[in-house]
């Protein structure tokens, strides 16, 4: 059974960066797709950011973002590491959320709230954006 955690949420002031964690201890999580996804209490789930597993070929992971947090966020995967990242800059109020990392066996993460589609789901880490 994977378990993610996730790590490296906090308080931060607004415009400030905060860089957030996935990880599966005992597993290499190159051969899972893993997305980002953050939910604000009384809303819906949504997609942040999702990189793509390997694929058995020497290209790069492919990567999307929501609209919303392009060119501010930036997804990758450290595999030496087994450890996923989302780089979080510019970072506004409403990005506050709970933010959690979840992996799939699909090539690509689902677009249906609430699940994705993903098979494993973290426990979440909280960002608070502060003005």
């Known amino acids: 059974q994977l378990h993610l955690v996730e790590s490296g949420g906090g308080l931060v002031q607004s415009g400030g960066s905060l860089k957030l964690s996935c990880a599966a201890p005992g597993f290499n999580l190159e051969y899972y797709t893993i997305g980002w996804f953050r939910q604000v209490p009384g809303k819906e789930r949504e997609g942040v950011s999702c990189i793509t597993k390997y694929d058995g070929t020497t290209n790069d992971p492919a990567t999307n973002y929501a609209d919303s947090v392009k060119g501010r966020f930036t997804i990758s995967r450290d595999n030496a590491q087994h450890t996923i990242y989302l780089q979080m800059n510019s970072l506004k109020d409403e990005d506050s959320a709970v933010y959690y990392c979840?992996?799939?066996?699909?090539?690509?993460?689902?677009?249906?709230?609430?699940?994705?589609?993903?098979?494993?789901w973290g426990k979440g880490t909280l960002v608070t954006v502060s003005s």
């Open positions: 979840a992996a799939t066996h699909s090539l690509w993460c689902g677009r249906q709230s609430p699940t994705y589609g993903m098979d494993y």
